[in-house]
């Protein structure tokens, strides 16, 4: 492995010990110099200190030729013999003088100490600009926190009760409290997503600054059926490297394609086409994608999951290529395609716009050639480059456990070379690299830039997205590993919340005014008059972006996009099914429905001045299933259900949702199992509902069972 060609920095107090020189003294040399520094604490460059050296080594050979002439001097003097009288002078004149040195000496040591008592408080009080940032993760100790700062744990913890926080040496505390602790000593706080992980991307960066071009990472995307799988299978079948039979199934979870005319191109294809696994990996922040492949058949139109793989490139801010397939049909029409998306704010070159396009055909292999060649064009305007001198830089992209060989990761290194016997930290786990596999099962002794693998001997196995980095031992690996698994705990404990309207105002306090809103009505036409008239409310300081909005009910797709994007979902006259339900309240996504159009005009402009408050708030108790529909004479239909979910209480409020939409509000004015009377039915059980003042029931409606209470709120 290279070394780096550019030393570390030193600072002025650090180059004054090294030539036994005062602070002061240097800084008079560095000014006579002309090298601006600000005090002692601020660091110079190799070539800044050569120069300082130069300079002391010529002031060192002046002063030994002066000191070898005066000697000479002395020696050429004849020397007197001194009287009596003199020499009892000369004795208490020498006398005098070593009382008088000592006693300057005594005044100047204690002249001194007071400079630097002075300055050591003052560096305290003020810590200087380029040190007054302070990395830390999440759920940092106070131990930990006056160890960065320089602050004895005495006064850490006394401000912590000053500012009404009960908290020992060891206790962990979250952002928003490091934050205030940090600022009342003078420091701004910078959150880490990943314990050491600015530490050693440093470390790696100072090893090698070889920089070459890599292969592009490609993500292909699309609707069900429309030729994704065909399509990839086509391009590994003909083009995968070191391939004899061309089969499809893959190891790892990515492969490398070579074009014919251009051996040294290649292209790396995840192979996890669709939009679940792709906005997994961006909730979680890898960006592993650089290009995303759009499928659209040729013979269809732009669908649902066409329009959410649109939306999640877009949140990623990946360029798209088009690739129209299914050319070989009678029925394909590519100009009704690229029509279709322009509509959709999706431009293809011929079009006026920037989106490259391909068409293709899986069963004839027509255009697969050219869409790898603009893929190729696509990541030349990328400018890719990589280090792969490097040490190993990479994402998970699945991990597994396997019988026979233990865990195994599956990687996409994207910076580095990764080499066998390499010990590595990947997300909260560690381990020494066994043994490294490729997408055909082949083992290899060293993994490049760009390139997909498998490898043995991770401690434990990672999520998909957590990053991977080598590092330079074992005990550098054991405390990272030990670090991130504290915090993976204390996050576990205090589990994040995302943003909800409630906290928005803190949010433009903190400098980002942008409210992001997924909005999905009962009908087309009610979303777009919702959309334009929440985007007219947006100002200069605060404003409203509009990630998804369309007709139907919320699903579990809305709930994914909501939490990659930190972002609110509103619902007007429809209602979340059980999976989104779910979803959003083990990710932390606010979902809030709507019936009356100023209602949700009124809360989101209160979310946006920082003065929503609200009094009411639905709780969710639960939910049945409407299996079966009895006829009681002089009493109505009583629907014969079952609790799929929570409870069912009696005289509670309940709405009935019928594929999606709501269609009644009320209450339930009975609740039976068998023949007795019940205040309420949990989970699992059968019983019979009326609902009070409706009859139509219809078998699969689904009841939801809530309460509305009351909260007093202070802003």
Known sequence: MAKSGSSKKKRVYELARELNLSSEALLKVLKELDITVKSHMSTLSEEECEKVRKRYEREKQKARSRGARSKKRRKRRKKKVPTKAEAEKAVKDTLAKMDAKQSRRKKKKRRRYKEEKQERHEKKQEPDEEDSTIRITEFTSPSELSDQIGVSLNKVIAKCLELGVMATANQRLDMDTLTLLAAEFGYEVEKVSEYGAERLEEKRQEKSENEVPRAPVVTIMGHVDHGKTALLDHIRSTNVVASESGGITQHVGASVARLDDMDESTVTFIDTPGHEAFTAMRTRGAQVTDIVVLVVAADSRVMPQTEEAIDHARAADVPIVLAISKMDLSTANPDFIKQDLANRNILVEEYGGEVLCSEVSAMTGEGVDDLLEKIVLQAEMLELTAYPERPARGTVLEGKVDPRRGSVVNLLVQDGTLHEGDYFVA?????????????????????????????????????????????????????VSRRRQMVERERELQSRQHMTLEDFWKATEEGEGVLRLIVKADVQG????????????????????????GAGGITEGDVMLAAASDAVILGFRVRPDGRAREKASSMGVEINTFNVIYDVEDTVHKALSGL??????????????????????????????????????????????????????????????????????????ECGIGLEGYNDLKVGDIIECYTVVKVAREL
């Open 612 to 685: 929503l408050a609200p009094e009411e708030k639905e709780e969710f108790l639960g939910s049945a299933e409407v299996r079966q529909i009895f006829k009681v004479p002089k009493v109505g239909n009583i629907a014969g259900s079952y609790v799929v979910g929570g409870v069912i209480k009696r005289n509670a409020k309940a709405r009935l949702v019928r594929n999606g939409v709501e269609v009644w509000n009320g209450n339930i004015s009975s609740l039976k199992r068998f023949q007795e009377d019940r205040r309420e039915v949990a989970a699992g059980y």
């Open 526 to 549: 009610t979303a777009e008059a919702i959309v334009d008239t929440l985007t007219r409310m947006g100002t200069d300081e605060v404003s409203v972006d509009i990630i998804r909005s």
């Open 427 to 479: 997300g909260q786990y560690r381990g020494r690299v066994r043994a490294i596999y490729d997408e055909q099962d082949n083992q290899l002794e060293e993994v490049g830039p760009s390139m997909p693998a498998q490898i043995l001997g991770s401690s434990g196995v990672p999520e998909a997205g957590d990053s991977f980095t080598t590092v330079d031992s074992e005990q550098e690996a054991k405390e």
